[in-house]
């Protein structure tokens, strides 16, 4: 058994793909976590970590990890982790998240288990209570098992921008389009040659998970499972050439007609309880309204917060839903491999294992 | 004056930006139109046609216009022309089209007129009509005289995306949101700077235009103005990296709730003015229906019918307003130059210069 | 036995990715040859061939292939065809192009046998007479049995550059640094996460190619083999976020030290055998030298002469070999399908069996 | 007079395009200088700083610096200041340094002055000896007055790459080919229109900078002047649609043949005066090597060192000049902004200004 101040310890599924090089990266000098395994498909198994992922973030491969074996996901089930982060393809995740989770808590970025009923689908600031959908820790063990899952890249965006309109005004339509980076798509994701100078206004069973995935977050947890909210989403989901970073342009119908002051005032003053707990990935603000005239751009704005900052702008009336504006998301570190991660501290804070 | 079949002698102002550029292309070897005289900036009159342009076109300019010298405006002010075609800039076209407009017929890109009560906004599929709004040629002319406009490019997708449906359903709301080529911005436009590796979900007074001319071009022509059709239209535009050719995500709420069968067959049987009249630039398929599960792209599709035709797939409910669908249009083809000339050649059959 | 003047049956292995594509497209009406099957891998194998090919060619899939269904390779072997085109990956190509070739004549784009002293490596302006590797046909068929190999894209641009100057002067050394296309990839080829906002200085052995190839295209056939050219080069390879089109920078050591004016002419007075003899697919100006000013660019130039035309421009005098310059060549057109169509084309044309 | 520990006070010329940006980036918080003015040109003057710049740094502005009135470059002709970085146009520069070099060091980005006889042109790790040819500082100043100039973008990579070889081995003919950024070219610099899916294989003016500067920085301070090196350098230069980093494609023919592992120690352990001194903008490494098959990408690599390492990967045989190499360095740090505040601080700490 860990003591209250030990790390962590900690394993990564599907460590050489984009998101699993993201945890590699937030894991490095992590306060918490201590990295102790990687695993990764077949075709990896038995390389050094740095031999067997084609390593494409701009910091280099932390050393440690560089020189760690890279192992088979069944190698890792006989070991014993406090936490696994799984950045595995849904197909992967679907049997052997499972498997994990009930000898310790997954948290996970696969959209295997999203709509599980037992599963909370969980973006730290807008539905941190979902996690009492998990049992307290067994005797002896850190952190609860089970399964946490990470919603999907664009709709993480969506909800964090919504979360303080809701909190104050409440709605019932969403509109939104998504103009979607390829780091969203992984390794090797979309061909080059099918992106470049090009727009592909179609992303398989992106819109879906948009539209049913933003009722569970917002919706309410209740008697071990969530009650979703009632919101009709129409989603249009795109891909462009860029590297990272979603924009996404919404419209809502605000209950109240409220002020557009009123409107940026609600994004402004948000905070939530990741930052009132000081969670280590926790930004600073998880929300910038950046202007009406300023709208938020991928390259520009994706990083506010170390990427974990959603930025808005742009709040306009809309002729048919009545509010518009744009938002921005990091989908590979809030979107994916960062969210979990906060995710994971509020986990581990809300047991108690880690103060305020 | 010219005779029935001797071609009529054409003007272009602002010859050397991009959509000058295609003019100049599609005027090259014109059945109906002889190029007779280029006009540009004063930095650039005096010098051959091929040097004053930074030629980007991939087919090579015709030799006859690369050795053109390049003219200023006020150098064409005196000549006779039976046809201006306008590249100017909106800034500069305000003064300097009605100037012409006195004379002969000029057929504009820019936007400085678009929404004056006296000028046609045409669309030649989608409201041929409107060009009643001109007088009859004057004695001794060819052509009437005045200024006929062509909407901004991003317009133009929709209304012919929603021209058949127009007509089949009738519609009161429409949501559009826009991803737009770099050459919509022309030269020098957005430097690359700033696009690269990004999005700005911004476009100076692109979504006002959208909202304003959407109207107007499905309005009706009565009594020598336009009758604007009573149509909600929220836009939001938004600039991608891509060379040529918007996409558009758009819902509609169409009236009687027709079948998405019905929906497509309005498309697939649309033809239209221009080409039962057999215009030289009138595409044999003003719209291609790709499919349900077939989004049209910038790169593949863009190019379709010369550049003349709007591809559309994707055809959905829509949770909110009922149905959904995305379009493609090629920006400064059928949204610049190859638009107006073909609402040129549309006002020279209509005053019978030219059979069918 | 086909007579003289039916079309030649062909065939097309590995027809579903990028070269596939565009030998599809280029049989398309084609006047000597009938494209008669097309077989791809065991996973397209069954489907009809629109629903196995990614299709990204800007014109349309032609009507009677997008209805072929698609064979496997071995579902080939026993039917009888004139030609085969081959569009495999090398490492297919190795052992079932030799099969083929017993049979009938196997044009190849694949690397796997170019440097197989037994098949010629044709670039049909520059080494015409290396076909006569080829035995003539046997009784009863039309053409010669064996395989043609089109050389590198990159290689292919080169020796066209260097042709004239070979013949008119002489060189010992080149340097060359390429800036290629991911098309050059293949699909899915280049991951967008990986060549988007980079530059990936190193392509899997193309320098080597590059290298060893530009030897034996410049070579002498001479008692059934051919012995390379005497040439150092140096060649470094980058691949750039561009679509079609490699350009390359060249530098040069021509013998004579010849004026700079007499380097031009050697190019703008090439003309070679596919030109003399009027192959279907032989451009006009298989060499345009566009300007000491003017620098041949990927997107303006790629499609000059149908994507057969090499563009030159910018040659100067380079303090190390003499004369330097830059070239580019169409990848998947000049450097891929249409050379190989092309060098088709030629062998036809050579065993008499088209009139020039 | 300042006294030894007191800031600096600096003045930026041309602040507001994307060099000056990033010296308002690197300013702030510098230990050493404080920025007390910014200037650009008529046009932004008397506007605050955040209204005058389109802001394209990810790190927004610092607070009080945006909060500044742009001044005209008159207006600062007047005020007092130790040290003026210039980003200016080089045709402004031509006028302008020099009337400020009369009484402050100016350190400028721009070409103007570069080879001017009594300006030192200074890589600091590179040259540092070369700012022997400014003077003392006068009685009551606390820096010397004249200009040092920061060289071409591209030159500082290929000067930092060659430095340690130069040291261990010495060399006489140099053949670069470059493949470099948007952003070298400033706002709005290179149309998007021109750049996206191509290359553009021409910079003005810019192998001239290349194959001069060289030799200059690569030369002998003596007698007041420097002395060049001998070297034959051939440059070829190329735009790319890539955001920042020049990607440098570099033979040599390095003297006494040393062995492959010989020139790799001697980048490994290069180390230099800016290191030895630690001046604040110093990377720990200028120069890492990557490994015989990694090679340096531009999104990849371009920030190690925050942006003031250049890395080299590839190193292999040239059947040329013997040695072949690939260099990565980023162009507005490194290359620019960052460059030229390290020769800042250099030109400080020679003058005894700052303890090492």
Redesign the interface.
């Known amino acids: 058994m860990t003591t209250r101040n030990e790390p962590l310890r900690a394993a990564i599924l599907g460590a050489t793909g984009?998101v699993g090089q993201r945890f590699v990266t937030l894991l490095a000098g992590h306060p918490w976590f201590e990295l102790t395994a990687v695993a990764a498909s077949e075709r990896s198994a038995g390389k050094l970590y740095r031999d067997a992922a084609?390593?494409?973030?701009?910091r280099?491969i932390d050393d440690a990890v560089a020189a760690m074996p890279v192992r088979t996901i069944d190698e890792l089930m006989d070991r014993d982790f406090d936490i696994v982060f799984s950045a595995l393809d849904a197909s992967v995740a679907r049997d052997v998240e499972p498997r994990f989770a009930r000898r310790c808590l997954v948290v996970t970025n696969a959209s295997a288990h999203r709509m599980d009923a037992d599963v909370p689908l969980v973006v730290p600031e807008v539905n941190p209570d979902h996690l009492s959908l998990l049992s307290p820790p067994e005797d002896g063990k850190a952190l609860p098992a089970g399964i946490v899952a990470n919603p999907n890249c664009s709709t993480i965006g969506l909800v964090l921008a919504l979360k303080p309109l809701a909190d104050a005004f409440g709605f019932e339509?969403i509109?939104v389009?998504t103009?979607q980076a390829?780091?969203g798509?992984?390794?090797?994701?979309?061909?080059?040659?099918?992106?470049?100078?090009?727009?592909?206004?179609?992303i398989s069973s992106e819109e879906e998970k948009l539209?049913i995935e933003t009722g569970k977050i917002l919706g309410r947890a209740a008697g071990g499972t969530i009650e979703p909210a009632e919101v009709?989403?129409?989603a249009?989901c795109?891909r462009?050439?860029?590297?990272d970073?979603h924009?996404l342009?919404i419209?809502v119908d605000l209950k109240g007609e409220p002020a557009m002051e009123d409107v940026r005032e609600a994004w402004r003053t948000f905070r939530a309880e990741p930052q009132e707990r000081g969670l280590p990935s926790a930004p600073a603000q998880p929300i910038v309204y950046l202007g009406d005239d300023e709208?938020?751009?991928?390259?520009?704005?994706?990083?506010?917060g170390h990427g974990m900052t959603t930025s808005i702008?742009?709040l306009r009336e809309?002729?048919?839903?009545g509010y518009?504006f744009?938002a921005l998301s990091h989908n590979t570190l809030r979107g994916a491999a960062g969210g979990a991660l906060l995710a994971a501290e509020l986990a581990v804070a809300r047991c108690g294992r880690r103060a305020a």
């Open positions: 984009t084609t390593w494409i973030q701009t280099p339509r509109s389009v103009l390829v780091s798509a992984g390794l090797p994701g979309i061909s080059s040659y099918q992106i470049l100078d090009n727009v592909i206004p179609w539209e009709a989403v129409s249009q795109n462009v050439p860029v590297v970073g924009t342009c419209s709208p938020p751009q991928a390259r520009v704005h994706r990083d506010l702008g742009r809309c002729p048919i839903l518009r744009v």
